[in-house]
């Protein structure tokens, strides 16, 4: 924790929910000390030291690489670890858990989901013909074939992005911008040839097609994955796809 | 997870008032972009009638073209055409995000994905008014 020094305190309003008491949830304030150099992450854990040690929340890497500990702070979408409490300074800020997902206690909520969602677009590379045995050495690639997928794969799955996305809060089964993100990650690996598997998942009802380009997906990423553009990329590829087998003689089927 | 362990419902988010389009700009711009399609879409309901009218003949067509110097259609139009500016400017500036071209490492800068559908709107807009005005 940083050393500066206090330079006032700060309101903070954190939503609170014990399951075994059967109440509904509610806010509880806290007053943490203010300094310049402290995020939500330091507040919070100002409050479980000094305080309240009933306090639940996830956290581990306090310097966004985890992806552990996004809370909703003031209605959007931050890791707790990046977010300045000077960015708010003097007016109090509201932490609740990352919306879209059930919440089990706190600032705690249920992945297991986004979990499925994940093994449903086989985030792995898949070979054409099976492994290369080793003795025939490594699977080369090329500056340029690498960045067409770098920036897809900066994800450190902290679901900032499902908790900005009101579609995933209506369409609970939408496979939701980081998994797309990944399944597009691999299909544009030079390395994999698992594209059309994943289109099983990535075109179906609840893939691509539920996502109305909102755009608060991308504009949340802490790594700049940008998975508003992942899904609109894989729905031309998709439509390109589509007027390929519908138009085009023999469905375009030997170029792929 | 235990089952006697009661959560709150992922949607505990969303079922809070006001809606969600409402609570921050981003998503209320979002909003406005799907409804101006509303009016888009009349535009071009406007522009059927009036090929029936023109298939009806003349004094059909005539009368049509009347009733659209009413105040009532003209400010119709307004709306519509400020509405389908809005809505085409910003579809073109999220169109790089839709396409990735790349020309070796680097992906194509998104103003020079942007420009060509400006382009397209000015080089069509003038062969439209060339034949209507030529």
């Given amino acids: ?92 800020i509201r932490v609740e858990p990352l919306a ?47 960045a067409r997928f770098k920036d897809f794969s900066m994800c450190i799955n902290c679901m900032l992005c499902y908790a900005a996305c009101p579609v995933v809060g209506m369409e609970p089964h939408f496979l939701g ?17 698992g594209r059309e598997q994943r289109q099983e998942t990535v075109s179906s009802h609840d893939g691509i097609w539920q996502c109305t380009f909102i755009g608060q997906c991308s504009a949340v990423c802490p790594k700049h994955v940008d998975p508003a553009g992942a899904i609109q990329q894989a729905k031309l590829a998709s439509t390109v796809d589509w007027f390929k087998e519908v138009l085009w003689p023999f469905g375009g089927r030997e170029k792929r | 997870m235990k089952p006697d362990v009661r959560t709150i419902p992922a949607n505990w988010w969303l079922r809070r008032s006001p809606p969600w389009w409402l609570r921050r700009r981003p998503y209320f711009l979002f909003m406005v972009r799907e409804f101006t399609s509303v009016f888009v879409g009349a535009y071009v309901v406007i522009f059927l009638m009036m090929i029936r009218r023109l298939n009806e003949g003349q004094a059909a ?9 009413s ?26 995000k839709a396409m990735a071209v790349r ?16 382009a397209a709107w000015a080089v069509i807009s003038a062969i439209v008014a060339w034949f209507l005005l030529g």
Wanted: glycine share 6%.
């Fill in chain 2, 61 to 69: 067509y005539e009368a049509f073209l009347a009733s659209l110097q």
């Fill in chain 1, 100 to 146: 879209n997902f059930p919440v089990l206690r706190d600032l705690v909520f249920q992945l297991d989901s986004f979990l499925e969602k994940l093994k449903s677009i086989q985030p792995w590379i898949v070979r054409r013909d099976g492994e290369k045995p080793v003795s025939d050495g490594e699977y080369l690639q090329t500056p340029a074939q690498h």
């Fill in chain 1, 177 to 193: 911008p980081a998994a797309i993100a990944l399944a597009q990650r691999y299909n544009l690996d030079s390395r994999d040839a």
């Fill in chain 2, 71 to 96: 105040p009532l259609a003209i400010v119709f139009h307004m709306v519509a055409l400020a509405f389908a500016v809005f809505h085409t400017v910003t579809w073109f500036h999220l169109t790089p």
């Fill in chain 1, 1 to 92: 924790m940083a050393n500066s020094t206090p330079e006032g305190t700060m309101r903070l309003e954190v939503f609170r929910y014990f399951p075994e008491k059967g109440e509904e949830p509610h806010f509880q304030t806290y007053e943490v000390p203010f300094r310049k150099d402290w995020v939500v992450l330091d507040a919070l854990n100002y409050i479980k030291d000094q305080s309240d040690g009933s306090l639940t929340f996830r956290w581990s890497c306090r310097m966004g690489v985890c992806g552990s500990c996004g809370v909703m702070v003031n209605g959007v979408p931050k890791l707790g670890c990046s977010a300045f409490l000077r960015d708010y300074y003097p007016n109090p």
């Fill in chain 2, 103 to 118: 020309i070796g490492e680097e992906r194509v800068k998104p103003a020079l994905i942007i420009a060509p559908n400006y």
